[in-house]
């Protein structure tokens, strides 16, 4: 399979931790033969991964399009933020907008996709309700409109937690034991999954993300904590807005265990605002990670064949 090219776009504000101009990192897959090289695939990874969690839905895509994977702020290859509390969805969505806008400087650029795991979808949401964002399409990988309260609990007893690790095997063992949501893998797709995830440092191997993600993270929960159900109704009411506001095809997957998206809300967004395509996953949770064939053709024959 072929290698992406690791490219980066430098964006004015907020400041990087050097305190220069931060760059967000992303993963340039070309079209391969007969694809189009106009038609871009961007594809946004969830709260704690990175862009190269979607390498095996890359490189089934290429046959059909470009495919452009995000290091979302403070992951991966991508600058850590001076201010931790830079690091939410407002944010990302700006940093994810000049992207759009670099990549449609290029004539050739067409037609964009959105696919987004979890946090990604949250993000394709708000960048999809803006005009000048022009998405094509949009996959949202296990995530809605109403984000339940365990799985927010679930993912916060994890993240920002920066532990050391002796050797490789012991961090992808790891990342094993807080990832059982996503399913069945093979040896090898786990592996695949999980190096990509770790850096060097300190003589061993940690996490490839800023420990100071999880800052905002654990203000909002407990904020909601704090004032209740008001404030999550609330923010539950916005997204819903968002969502309905929305008119492009929409392919929604759903882990069938998912403790994150209910079957009611997934069963919802099948019936107002886009409409969403519906497809569950027998056997996986929280998220399904676009690596089984089953879960990648259904993201191919949405994006390229669904009429």
């Known amino acids: 399979m072929p290698s992406p090219a690791l490219k980066y776009l430098e964006l004015p504000s907020p400041a990087a931790t050097s305190g220069s101009p931060r760059r967000l990192a992303w993963w340039d897959w070309a079209a391969q033969a007969s694809g189009d090289s106009g038609h871009v695939v961007v594809c946004v990874h969830g709260l704690s991964r990175q862009g190269r969690d979607f390498d095996a839905l890359a490189g089934v895509l290429t046959a059909h399009a470009r495919v452009v994977c995000v290091d979302v702020a403070g992951r991966g290859h991508s600058d850590w933020l001076a201010d931790p509390m ?161 008119s492009l095809p929409t392919l929604l997957l759903r882990g069938a265990e998912s403790d994150l998206l209910t079957a009611e809300t997934a069963q919802a967004m099948t019936q107002r605002g886009p409409h969403a395509l519906r497809v569950d996953f027998a056997g996986v949770g929280h998220a399904p990670t676009l690596v089984a064939a089953d879960q990648i053709e259904a993201v191919r024959r949405f994006l390229f064949e669904a009429t």
Do not use: C, K
């Open 86 to 246: 830079g690091y939410q969805i407002p944010q990302y969505g700006a940093d994810l907008m000049a992207l759009l806008l670099h990549l449609r400087a290029d004539p050739a650029v067409r037609h964009i996709d959105w696919v987004g795991t979890s946090m990604g979808g949250l993000m394709g949401l708000g960048v999809a309700a803006q005009a000048n964002a022009g998405l094509r399409r949009l996959v949202l990988n296990d995530v809605g409109p109403n984000v339940r309260w365990e799985a927010l609990l679930r993912i916060g007893t994890y993240l920002g937690q920066n532990p050391l690790f002796a050797t490789q095997d012991e961090a992808v063992a790891y990342l094993a034991s807080i990832s059982t949501g996503f399913g069945p893998h093979t040896p090898a797709q786990w592996q695949a999954l999980s190096l990509p995830m770790l850096r060097a440092a300190d003589g061993g191997w940690r996490l490839h993300y800023d420990p100071a993600i999880a800052v905002p993270f654990r203000a909002l929960v407990g904020l909601a904590e704090e004032q209740g159900q008001a404030a999550a109704a609330a923010s539950e009411s916005a997204l819903w807005a968002l969502y309905d506001s929305l």
